[in-house]
């Protein structure tokens, strides 16, 4: 049942200072044309104009340590780190409790991270090297787990916490089942945060939460069915939640071709649909879907000014600009011609 | 016979004293509601961008001109406006 969501007053008070400084957080990101320009210079050129914005310290700091790709990519997400911390510490009240929501998908993505460098047996440098302590788990915390020698021992140590449910499905073999439970844990927890608010702006985040775990289940799709997996396997998958859930679970299992007719009408099939009637590499139409979301998310940021979605949109924002950044890097370091890397690069 | 005891008896001046605190002090609530919001966001702003101190105090001003009609109403009413006389 809808829930309406009335302004009360003092409410839209506690967005005003944290959206007044986001709005001024984003006049400072990369500005879309210079992506553009990026693309025809090289690493080097792009690490000199990034000393230029916001990404200075960090780039001076690693600068000692690490060159080329490795020295953007690094920087660029000790940046994101810091920039979300920063959020956290000027949010207070229900602001800081969904972003703090928000941001915990970092928690997710560093528990991944530090399993994936356990179980092949990376350094506990190497680890670091890719953890963003944007979330919950501070960075002090993450260096005591990446120093733990076995997947097992990095288990224990979230024993008593949300996690530990998720991550006792390790059967020692593969991290797949232990990578999609924290998935299903972090939205299942999200999409409760964002159900329980009664702000103004809580209904339209809802809906980008379900829309993120709808896009996620399309993605999951096109992996698998494209692979020939059981529907059933596929289903097991899917994360729960999203508003087409019991579509899309329908879909797991259908040939690639019956599954694409089966996407025609819904509202990302206009991001796709050149793409997939050309049969292309499952990695483009991941791309046209995330710059969908990206996209939604920019489109939903302007709808309530004191509400959280202009936050919303410069978390995202942000992700996206260091998003766009590493696959250029990347792609300039691989030697990928240029179109390539453009049509990865997400603008509004 | 009620407008007589309100003008003779003096009570005339004690209502529109009355109005006159209400003209300025309920205005002055009204500006105060509506700076909450701006004050707490040119904060936010001045923060991140310490240039913008000038404009945001000015946007911050704003809603204080609501007071300045308050207190022309209330000036009027105490110093120009002589009913019944």
Sequence with gaps: MPVLRLPKFGDPVKYAYITGR???????????????????????????????TQYKDEIDEMAKDYSGADLVEYATFANLAKTYRGLLDVTIDEPKFLVLEYLRRWDVWNIKTILRGKFHGSSDEEIMKYLVPAGELDLEFLEGLAKKDTVEEVIQAFDGTDYYVALTQYDGHMLSSVENALDKLYYFRMERAVGGTLSVGGGLLLKYVRKEIDIKNVITLFRMNKAGIDASII?????DGGKLGDDLSRMAGQSYDEFVRGLEGYPFWSAISDVVTKGDEISRIEARLKAYLVRYAWAISNYHPLSILPVLG????KDTEVSNIRKIVRGKEADLPAELIEEQVVVA | MVVDIIVDGGMLYGLIAVGAGLATGLAGIGAGVGEQGIGAAVVGVVAEEPGFLGKGLFLMLLPETLII????????????WTPFV
């Design chain 1, 235 to 239: 289903q097991e998958n899917l994360i």
């Design chain 1, 314 to 317: 410069y978390i995202v924002s």
């Design chain 1, 22 to 52: 986001v709005r001024a957080k984003k006049t400072k990101l990369v500005p879309h044309d210079m992506y553009q320009r990026m693309l025809s210079m090289d690493i080097a050129e792009i690490t000199r104009y990034l000393e230029e």
């Design chain 2, 69 to 80: 009609f308050g207190l022309a109403v209330s000036l009027i009413l105490m110093f120009a």
